[in-house]
């Protein structure tokens, strides 16, 4: 069988990985998540460090805090395994930028990847973890290793988790801008937490790119075991591609009939509820892109967004974001003011639309 890599994945050789985190929320520690989730060897951290970040690669040295892994400052991550630092006793404060960078010392093999990380990462030889810059470094477009970060919040704080595929992710907004659409949803709240959980090409049903989204939304609803963190509202989420379209996907023959989904999508709230969560969804907005684009997925998209726009759905609200970008004169498209370019995912203004569409009351923060 072929592997289908729809981004690019690569490894890292005796490199240090610094990459720029971004809270969603205020608090009074960390700790980072490294995963190697999908990785075939086990994964050996030689050290890992955590800094304000200046620009690009730069770090402010007299921030400069060594992280721990059950008190040492090595680890070994096992293939499908992830780990968890630490907490870094330090004041933490949303929007600012960190750098985490982990070095490692041997052959990782093809790592566990994010398509769209929250800014350009910096990969430079050898063990870096203290360097104020890293000058030769190449320049990454993906994020590797980091799954999390878990922030001590304030007692009470509430917090909503956006799941979804590309559009929730942030495909095609501007890096280090805080643009994706959770992020300006975030930045609209005077109380509470909206964080990412979204991956550009996951599937509502089925496994195809990273876990799919009933099952990860299981796992990450549940209550967290950070300490004083309170995961209460569940928000957003999305069915991905509207087409059983031959390219630029390979064949799925588990691929769902239209009237399956009503009947899958059933299955969550129940589950939820059980952790106080409430679920929102959106329709599907078509996608307009050569070869991606087909009648049979867009009888699809009608019938779903039929069931989502009315009254026999399940869930606790909807949010029309497909409308919301739409183009006033051709409804099935996106705005030119909010098309990235692609004719399939919104440009930071987009976002920002997508994030006024929301009635923030709903989410109950």
């Known amino acids: 069988m072929r592997t289908f890599h729809p ?49 690009g ?32 006793e330090q004041p933490v404060t949303a929007g600012e930028e960190l750098a985490l960078s982990p070095y490692v010392p041997g052959d990782t093999g093809l790592t566990t990847y994010s398509a769209v990380p929250y800014d350009i990462g910096h990969a430079t030889p050898g063990n870096r973890l203290t360097a104020d810059h890293c000058d030769t470094a190449e320049e990454l477009p993906t994020g590797h290793f980091v799954t999390g970060v878990d922030v001590r919040a304030p007692h009470g704080t509430r917090i909503a988790v956006a799941f979804g595929d590309s559009w929730i992710e942030g495909m095609n907004t501007t890096p280090g801008t805080g643009s994706a659409f959770p992020a300006q949803l975030n930045s609209h709240l005077t109380r509470g937490w909206i964080v990412n959980q979204g991956i550009s090409g996951n599937r509502l049903l089925t496994d195809e790119i990273g876990e799919h989204l009933l099952a990860a939304s ?48 059933r299955r969550p709230p129940a589950r939820r509820r059980t952790h106080r969560h409430r679920q929102h969804h959106r329709p599907l907005r078509r996608h307009v892109y050569p070869g991606y684009d ?12 039929t069931w989502l726009l009315g009254d ?54």
């Open 7 to 55: 981004f690019a994945v690569r490894g890292f050789t005796d490199q240090t990985v610094r990459q720029t985190l971004r809270p969603a929320g205020s608090g009074e520690a960390l700790r980072i998540r490294l995963s190697n989730r999908y990785g075939t060897a086990p994964l050996e951290v030689g050290g890992a460090h955590l800094a304000v970040r200046t620009r």
């Open 312 to 365: 026999t759905h399940p869930l606790y609200a909807v949010a029309d974001l497909a409308a919301a970008v739409a183009d006033p004169d051709r409804p099935d498209r996106i705005r030119d003011a909010f098309n990235s370019g692609d004719g399939l995912h919104v440009n930071d203004a987009g976002a920002k639309a997508l994030a006024d569409a929301v009635d923030l009351t709903l989410l109950r923060l």
């Open 57 to 88: 690669s730069g770090i402010d040295p007299a921030t400069d805090t060594t992280l721990l892994f059950a008190g040492l400052e090595t680890a070994t991550v096992p293939p499908g395994d992830e780990i968890v630092t630490d907490p870094a």
């Open 218 to 265: 299981t796992a990450t609803s549940s209550p967290s075991p950070a300490p004083r963190t309170s995961s209460s509202t569940s928000a957003s989420t999305t069915s991905a591609c509207p087409a059983p379209s031959p390219s630029p996907t390979p064949a799925n023959p588990h691929r769902r009939r239209p009237d399956d989904r009503p009947d899958r999508t």
């Open 294 to 305: 087909t009648e049979e997925g867009q009888s699809v998209r009608r019938e779903v967004n």
